[in-house]
């Protein structure tokens, strides 16, 4: 494990999101709540709220962490979707202490859309699970600015000499 005993205590908070790719008859029982198995959208929201929280247990090396909040999302897509569409779900977690929550929020997306995956596989075996990517973080690092760029060079220029500039702002 990486030592985080020297970094500051500050509150850290990191959504992600996925996207679970459905048929039109899977999109049609899930908006109208029947599927055999029950109500998937609850479930998938519990099961996500439960895998953030145990993400240390999951990931080799992951520091536990005491998380305040974790909110998980799954939003259907708009309209019929008479050939199906992507359900996006979303997790957003939240703490207070020396390292991100980035891995609890992929966690927490990532175990709802298995969950969505396994009550659904009776009826739509074609589904795909996809695009698991972190949208925002916050906290320790992410929240410093960074350094100012140095002041552009203004010495006279002697006889021979060439002048580079020095508020390039890739250098």
């Not at 459905?22 to 099961?47: C, E, H, I, M, S």
């Not at 009826?123 to 960074?146: F, H, N, Q, W, Y």
């Amino acid at each position: 494990m990486v030592d985080v005993g020297a970094k500051p205590v500050t509150a850290r908070a990191a959504t992600a999101e996925c996207a679970l790719l459905v048929g039109a008859r899977l999109l049609r029982l899930l908006r109208d709540a029947r599927l055999p198995k029950g109500d998937a959208l609850t479930v998938a929201q519990v099961a996500g709220a439960m895998g953030a929280k145990r993400t240390a247990e999951l990931i080799p090396l992951c520091h536990p962490l005491a998380l305040d909040v974790v909110r998980v999302r799954v939003q259907l897509p708009p309209g019929e979707g008479a050939r199906g569409g992507a359900l996006r779900i979303t997790c957003e977690a939240r703490a207070t202490g020396r390292t991100g929550v980035e891995m609890e929020a992929l966690t927490g997306c990532a175990v709802a859309a298995l969950a969505l995956y396994d009550m659904c596989k009776s009826v739509d075996r074609d589904m795909r699970i996809t695009e698991l990517r972190v949208l925002r973080k916050s906290g320790g690092r992410s929240d410093v600015a960074p350094p100012p760029l140095r002041a552009p060079d203004q010495s006279p220029l002697g006889e021979g000499e060439t002048y580079a500039p020095t508020n390039v702002s890739h250098f």
